[in-house]
């Protein structure tokens, strides 16, 4: 019997693609001054070119566009800074995640999240999204010293959610760090669809949210 639910947060919860081009459309606005000798389809293009769905930490990216446009009123580092302070406002959700959350806890679900990043950034978007308080627990990999696929970031939640491995679901939108890794610790691993990867061996698939609460129940 499932008892309880960890969740990822970018590209499961967060709908980060759509909050990302939100975020780089406005920045680019906002900075015009500074980068207005730029094409804006370029600038915002390149950025999310080099961000790589967010695998590449934005001091890179930053530092990257700097160098190869000319940026010279802005550092990099100030526009790292503008990222880390203001994208929280860009933020957001995939449809009926609230909802969904709302249903879990219904269901007297225990929910937790695994997510990687830095600590204070991701909780700002947690709260951002308005959905902190419907988790019993949330592991940022910076804080725990630890990222996913690690297994032992996972066996860390489910103890913390006072359950076995067996008990438990993941809903996460990779193959290996979410998926995968959670099987690896015996859970069960819900794929939430990215179509940027096929062939996901998952115990189940959910395209929209809504449905993952129905899909625990056969799983």
Known sequence: MIKAALFD???????????????????YERLVKHVGHIPKDQY?????ELDQRGYVWKDRVYKQLVEEYSINSLSAEELLQ??????????VPFANVRAMLDELKRNNIIVGMI??????FQMANIR????????????VSE????KKPDPRLFKKAIKRLGVQASECIFVGDHPLND?????????????????????????????????????????
């Not at 997510?115 to 204070?120: D, L, V």
């Open 82 to 91: 503008d990222y880390v302070s203001e994208f929280k406002h860009y933020c």
């Open 44 to 48: 915002i293009n390149r950025f999310i």
């Open 9 to 27: 947060l970018d590209g499961t919860l967060l709908n980060r693609d759509e909050s990302v081009t939100r975020f780089i459309q406005h920045q």
């Open 179 to 219: 998926v995968k890794a959670a099987q690896q610790v015996g859970m069960k691993a819900i794929w939430k669809k990215d179509d940027q990867w096929e062939d996901v061996q998952a115990d189940a698939v959910v395209h929209d949210l809504a449905d993952v609460a129905e899909v625990m129940k056969g799983l």
């Open 143 to 146: 804080w725990e010293g630890m």
């Open 128 to 139: 951002a999204l308005g959905i902190e308080a419907f988790f019993e627990v949330i592991f």
């Open 115 to 120: 997510t990687n990043g830095y600590g204070s």
